[in-house]
C-alpha cells in the first residue's frame, strides 16, 4: 500500500529553527510537494521538490532523497503566524497526490 | 470570482437526501479534484477530472459522483447522504498533472450527515 509519515504534532519557540520530516513509501514518484493549512482554511502551496537536494525559498526550505524515502520542511525565524498544520504529499505513478495526516506546528513566544 | 470558489460554506444534511456540492474556477485549469479532509487522516481523493468531459475515481469514491461538462465548474454529488460522509470537502485544481504544477484549493465546504 501507499503511505506518508509524518509527526502528528510539534512545537518550537519563536524565532527557532523547526524541520518537519516526512517518509513515503508509494507506487512510484514523480514529486513531492509541501503544503501549509491554517485551521480552517485551505492547504495553500509552499514547494515542490522532484530531484534530490535542498530547494530554498525565504525562511522555508525542503529537502528530498528519493533513495530514502525522505523529505524535511525547513522553517527558520519561526513567527506566530507560522502555527500551522504541514502537508506533505507525493505524486504517484498515476499523477495523483498521495497525503500525509499533517504536522500541527505549535509556536510558543 | 478569483481563483476556486465552493458552495455551500457548510451544510447540515439529513441521510437518505442528496446533495450536490458546487465547485468553480476562473484560472482555467484543465484538472481538477474533489478530495474530503477527516481528523487524523490526509486528504484523501474522491474524484478527479484531467480534462473537461473525463473524470475518474480517486482513492474513495463510493457514495460519490462528478461530472465535467466545462472547464470551470466541477460538481460534486452525494446520491443518498449517509453520516460517514461527513467531513470537510476541498476542491482543487491544477494547470497539468505533471512536473511544477501545484494544486490550487477551494475555501472548503464542512459537511455534517444526521
Known amino acids: 500500500g501507499q503511505n506518508i509519515d509524518q509527526p502528528t504534532e510539534m512545537t518550537a519557540t519563536e524565532g527557532a529553527i523547526v524541520q518537519i520530516n516526512c517518509t513515503y513509501q508509494?507506487?512510484?514518484?514523480?514529486?513531492l510537494f509541501w503544503y501549509q493549512q491554517h485551521a480552517g482554511e485551505a492547504p495553500t502551496f509552499l514547494s515542490y521538490n522532484v530531484l534530490d537536494g535542498l530547494e530554498e525559498k525565504g525562511r522555508f526550505s525542503s529537502f528530498l532523497s528519493r533513495s530514502k524515502g525522505y523529505s524535511y520542511l525547513l522553517l527558520k525565524e519561526l513567527q506566530m503566524k507560522d502555527s500551522a498544520s504541514y502537508l506533505c504529499?507525493?505524486?504517484?505513478?498515476?499523477?495523483?497526490?498521495?497525503w500525509g495526516a499533517g504536522t500541527k506546528l505549535i509556536i510558543k513566544p | 470570482i478569483a481563483g476556486i470558489t465552493q458552495a455551500p460554506t457548510s451544510q447540515i444534511l439529513a441521510a437518505g437526501r442528496r446533495m450536490t456540492l458546487r465547485c468553480t474556477q476562473d484560472?482555467?485549469?484543465?484538472?481538477m479534484y474533489w478530495y474530503r479532509q477527516d481528523l487524523g487522516l490526509g486528504l484523501r481523493l474522491i474524484h478527479y477530472s484531467n480534462t473537461a468531459g473525463t473524470t475518474g475515481k480517486g482513492e474513495v469514491p463510493d457514495g460519490y459522483s462528478v461530472s465535467r461538462a466545462n472547464t470551470d465548474d466541477f460538481p460534486l454529488t452525494l446520491a443518498s447522504a449517509v453520516p460517514s460522509q461527513t467531513s470537510v470537502y476541498f476542491c482543487?485544481?491544477?494547470?497539468?498533472?505533471?512536473?511544477?504544477?501545484?494544486?490550487?484549493f477551494g475555501p472548503g465546504t464542512r459537511l455534517t450527515v444526521l
Open positions: 482543487a485544481s491544477s494547470n497539468g498533472t505533471s512536473g511544477y504544477n501545484e494544486q490550487f
Open positions: 484560472m482555467r485549469h484543465n484538472a
Open positions: 504529499a507525493v505524486r504517484d505513478s498515476n499523477y495523483q497526490l498521495i
Open positions: 508509494t507506487s512510484g514518484f514523480n514529486g
